[in-house]
Each structure stands twice: as structure tokens, then as C-alpha cells.
């Protein structure tokens, strides 16, 4: 059988380019806390993320995740993040129903920032949706 030569494609790469984040001195701390997991992003003043972290970028798995003592670390970490970045005061904004909401902005104020503010943002329904049953234990 003849071998039959297939043209090469002309294979263009692309690579993407990051966003640039203008970073002044002062932002907000997003803590969205779950039941199983909290995560911290801390933005500018117009709400685009110069870091982030959770309990489980600093470690903790499974269970773990889940306590005050993890929210506090990971709490910490976003701050250091930050604080390298040139980020000075921070808003705290928290939602969520998770436990570990007042252990997450413990550990923001331990790692340098000077909080400004704290808002709760926890969505409520006003008679909404049925919601979930009670668990036994």
C-alpha cells in the first residue's frame, strides 16, 4: 500500500494572558461559609479577587475542613497574601450559614489587615421555598 503523506496543520499557539489586578489600599473579605467548607476572597474596591484561599489549600481535608481552627488558618494565609500584595484595610462581607464565619475574620485581623467594617450578608427567604428536613441524630 502507498503511504500517503498528510499536510501538517499549521498549529497556532496561544497563550493566554493573565489579568492585571489594580490593587489599591483598601479592598473587601468575601467569606462565603458552608457547612462543609469556607472559602475567603479578598478583592479591590471594585470586586475583582487578588487572592483567595480555603482550609483545604492550606491543608486541612475531609472533616477538618469544616472547623473554626481551618476557617482561621486559611484566613490568615489570604491576609499574608495580601498584605505581600500591598492590600492595607478591608470590609468584611460574610454569607453562609457555616459556623466558621467569626474564627475567619479573627484570623483576617491576626494577619495585618485593619478591618473597616463587618456586614452580613446571609441570604434569608421571606417564606420561600419549603426548606430541608430536620436531621436526627
Known sequence: ????????????????KKN?????????AMITSTYNNTVISLTNSSGDVICWSTPGLVGFTGARASTPYAAT??????GKKALEKGLQSVEVVTKGPGVAKISAVKGIKSSGLKISSIKDVTPLPHNGCRSRKQRRM
Request: proline letters at 3%; glycine letters at 4%; zero cysteines.
Open 20 to 28: 492585571v489586578v489594580k490593587i489599591t489600599s483598601s479592598g473587601k
Open 1 to 16: 500500500m502507498a503511504n500517503k503523506k498528510q499536510p501538517e496543520k499549521n498549529k497556532k499557539t496561544t497563550t493566554k
Open 73 to 78: 488558618i486559611a484566613a490568615e494565609d489570604a
